[in-house]
């Protein structure tokens, strides 16, 4: 079956402008993730979905940033009014409870 | 909150050798421990994973070990191949929680 999908793949904005990413998770998985990586560095988490429990937020660098999810479906993540710092791959990842299977992205550049 | 430290940074070994990369994590409360290799320009790909109830776990190439007293665990990577060369990341976490991720180990596979 098909894996995490995210869209776009790539992203040029204007600083100050908003940008909204999505991601589709894999069928029947209930955990969703985000998590941002600048170029040559880790993976620093976002905001994270199990279920219907209230998400994990506690990633989220600024009141720029949300994230919504539709039940168990796709999943948007929304930078309002971007800044240049903003600008890296944000990974989108689903599983089941603890498992986490990454998509192949979303580079955001902020010019 | 979680805090993951993974050593080393980089790391190179002749083809055929094998190669280790260690990882500790701070909070006794993880229970999920799972490795991702990602390639350039690409999504973190899971590889491997141990749960706190095993101490070790092979598959073909690769183990895994877990020391859950000392809070510290490895991965064993035997008879490397120029594709092993990748970044590679642990990661802890578990219990429907989010996932707190190593810093990564750039592993070059010299032929």
């Known amino acids: 079956g098909a894996g995490v999908s995210q869209s776009p793949s790539n992203k040029v904005t204007e600083k100050g402008k908003d940008v909204e990413l999505r991601c589709d998770p894999i069928?029947?998985?209930?955990?969703l993730y985000w998590y941002r990586q600048r170029l040559g560095q880790g993976l620093e988490f976002l905001i994270y979905?199990?279920?219907?429990?209230?998400?994990?937020k506690s990633g989220l660098p600024s009141d720029r940033f949300s994230a919504e999810r539709t039940g168990e479906s796709v999943s948007t993540l929304t930078i309002q009014r971007t800044q240049q710092e903003d600008s890296a791959v944000y990974l989108c990842?689903?599983?089941?409870?603890?498992?986490?299977?990454f998509g192949q992205g979303t580079r955001l550049t902020v010019v | 909150g979680e805090n993951v430290e993974q050593h080393p940074s980089t790391l190179s070994v002749q083809e055929g050798d094998s190669a280790v990369i260690k990882c500790t994590y701070s909070d006794s409360a993880s229970n999920y421990f799972p490795w991702y290799k990602q390639e350039l320009g690409k999504g973190p790909q899971l590889i491997i994973d141990?749960?706190?109830?095993?101490g070790e776990k092979k598959d073909q190439r690769i183990a895994v070990t877990l020391n859950k007293t000392a809070k510290h665990f490895s991965l064993h990577i035997t008879e490397t191949q120029p594709e092993d060369s990748a970044v590679y990341f642990c990661a802890a976490g578990g219990s429907a929680r989010q996932l707190t991720f190593g810093s990564g180990t750039q592993l070059t596979v010299l032929p």
């Open positions: 979905f199990q279920g219907n429990s209230a998400p994990d």
């Open positions: 141990i749960r706190s109830n095993v």
């Open positions: 990842a689903s599983g089941v409870v603890d498992e986490a299977f």
């Open positions: 069928s029947g998985h209930t955990a």
